[in-house]
């Protein structure tokens, strides 16, 4: 039974690896080329073997065969001279010694040259030469028994004949030349010729043998028949078809001699003349004719003998010499192919690579410089240089067909980034003509709420609710023109004159919904252009109302401006909670990229950010968020100094005014006015006191009365009018006169926010020792 328990995982599929480029070329080059060098190599081995082994032949040729074909004459002259004594004809001994001395020499000769080969040449030859040396050895003990003159005939001829035989195998196997078959044809005449000669050593035997009364025994005559008809077929079949031209004139020159036609003679009359008798055949007169012709031919075909096998020696040389220079060839041949192959094939792998590299190159460039500057273009609805996009060639070879493929994916891509810049410019075009309709509504309703503050501005508790729904109608179309900027329109600016900082900063804190947070500070006298003063302000505003919603409700927001050297420096800093440095790195991205409506879908709870950064980018502004030395939040804005007025264009600073407790707004349309509009007009709002508490341990103030509205003297029920006091009528004469100006009484700092929070904290921390205590009570 399987265990139970979850599925087994398959294994990860290996990856298979990929081989660089170069490497396949190199292999595809190599591998032929090591084939090739592999079979010019076997077959120069094979060549110089063979080679070797003709040479070889050779000298084996000129040390043995020479002896060889030496022994073989003087035995065939030994054998005649030993029949023409079996067969009783004067034989001199001395004769019989010298042609017996001769034949020991070359026999000792024999002996001394097959003994000093090779271990590889006497391991060929090994079987035939020892036989030959076998009956060399037997030699001595054949020639006691021909001056016994003990056995026959036969045997004593035989003996010679055999070891003659002996030496023609030997010769046809040491010199057959089977590796080269040109060699081996011309071998076959050779063999041929020592075994015709033989045949006819062995007629000429064979009549010697009949001696005086030219009577043969049976077998002599068959062996005479036999001799004629070999030596016939193998000169009419294997010799002179092989013969080359030279020696075949000399071979014709040989059969037309007298001596060799009377050879002839004499053998057509032995075959055709002879006579059957009780003890053998009786050979007809003309066998006298025989020796004399003999040995007029006999040297003669010796020599054709001879002149045939050097020829096939220096043929083999010549074909050693041959095959070698042929390796040579071959190997500088094929040396110089492997260069060329090798050379090819670098210019090919370097070109192919040289074009892919470039291929590579302007790949990259187009995918990370030209294809996100065409993309950056389409998003700002400019137009695209379709020069600098990659264009379709319709090239044939593989790596232009790759450049076509990549130059169509690019245009793909391009024309769906098109598509997608127009419907996004559509949106936005969409997009802001809802936000023009929705902030002129806006404006309306914020001309509205001073109309009533104006008509209703005696009722403090009205006027304060009408001030706190004209902060939210702004807030309202803050957010209009954040979805205005966001859709890629611009801020209408209504200003005609330049602003003061100071003056910036107030209408900025203005459109904050906790404005009474904010302290503003304005270190340096500077004023701004008019048409940029809608654009600063509302950053400035979203900058400010994120540090008042992200930073505890009873803390300070600081602002304050001051010049530096590239322009002017506005840095709002906030004691809201810790950021980490990957918070700082993200709310950075947003202030320095433009979104797409995807991304901005996603945060849609969090667009001040972005609207910061547009607005940043048409100004040239740089917005950087940091964390402050409170452990909150400091953003830094710098402005350019082409957005600031020079001092010489500044308009003269209005004399101070009586601080007001409410901060001053200069009310803007939020799109792209109406051609009918109702103007507006400044608010004219009365302050509202905040409710200041009492000092510590102090009982609290009372509620201050209201003021009595003031009645018009006119009408026919109005009362007179009280008596008016005249200053200083009622002092006496000598408190009339003037008097030293008194000292001006210093106006207390703490606003009442400040003196809230401190109350504030006065009773938290009451409380919370009351809590302690009341904890340590059993």
Known sequence: MAPEGPPTPPPPARRRRTVRLRTLLVCLAVVPTVAMGTGVTVTAQRLLAQSAHLRADVEAGERIGVPLVRLMTELQAERAVTAARWAGSSVADEALRDRRAATDRAA???????????????????????SVSGRLDLLASYRKRVDAHSGSADQAVGYYTGAIDDIIRAYQDEFSHA?????????????????????????????????PSRELAATGFSQFLDAVGTHRYLYDTWIVPYLPP????????????????????????????????PTGVKLPADVDDWPAAHHTFAPRLAELNTARAKN????????????????????????????????????????????????????????????PEVVARLQRGEPVDTEALPAVHGREDEVGQIADAFARVVA??????????????????????????????????????????????????????LMRSDQLTVGMRRQIENLLILAGGEIPDPHTEPMRVADLLREAAAEVEDFRRIERQALDEASVRPHVISQISHLLAELLDNATRFSPPRSKVVVRAELVAEGLSVEIEDRGPRVSAAGYEAMNERLHSAPPFSVLAENAHRLGLFVVGHLADQLQARVTLRRSVYGGTAAVVILPRVLLVP???????????????????????AAV?????????????TPVREPVPPAAGAPPAPAPAPAAPMRSAAGPDARPA???????????????????PEPAAGRDTETPEEVADAWADYEEGTKKVEAELGADQP
């Open 312 to 371: 096939v020696l220096a043929h083999a040389d010549a074909k050693a010499a041959e095959l070698q220079t042929e390796v040579y060839w071959l190997v500088g041949a094929s040396g110089g192919a492997l260069l060329l192959v090798t050379a090819v094939v670098v210019l090919t792998t370097r070109s192919v690579l040289r074009r892919l590299s470039r291929l590579h190159t302007r790949t990259v460039a187009i995918a990370e410089e030209t294809l």
């Open 722 to 740: 009280l008596p008016e006091r005249v200053p200083q009528t009622h002092l006496t004469r000598q408190l009339r006169g003037p008097r030293a």
């Open 647 to 669: 001092a010489a264009e500044r308009p003269p600073v209005p004399p101070a005014a009586e601080p007001r407790p409410l901060p001053e707004r200069v009310p803007r349309p």
């Open 179 to 211: 590796e080269d078959a040109e060699l081996a044809q011309e071998s076959k005449p050779v063999v041929a010729l020592f075994s015709a000669a033989e045949m006819v050593a062995r007629e000429d035997t064979a009549l010697t043998l009949a001696g």
């Open 673 to 685: 006015p109406d051609p009918v509009r109702t103007p507006v007009r400044e608010p004219v709002r």
């Open 246 to 277: 030279a020696e075949l004139a000399v071979y014709d020159k040989l059969s037309g001699s007298d001596a060799w036609q009377t050879k002839l003679r004499v053998e057509n009359a032995v075959i055709a003349n002879h006579k059957d008798t």
């Open 412 to 465: 793909v891509s391009v024309d769906g980034h098109r598509q997608l810049a127009a419907e996004r410019h559509g949106f936005g075009l969409f997009a802001s003509g809802i936000a023009s309709r929705t902030g002129n509504l806006v404006s309306r309703q914020l001309s509205l709420t001073e109309d009533l503050q104006d008509t209703f501005g005696h009722d403090e508790a009205l006027l304060a609710q």
């Open 108 to 130: 000792a000769e024999f002996r001394r040259l097959a003994g000093s080969g090779t271990a590889e040449h006497s391991g060929q030859r090994e079987g035939r030469l020892a």
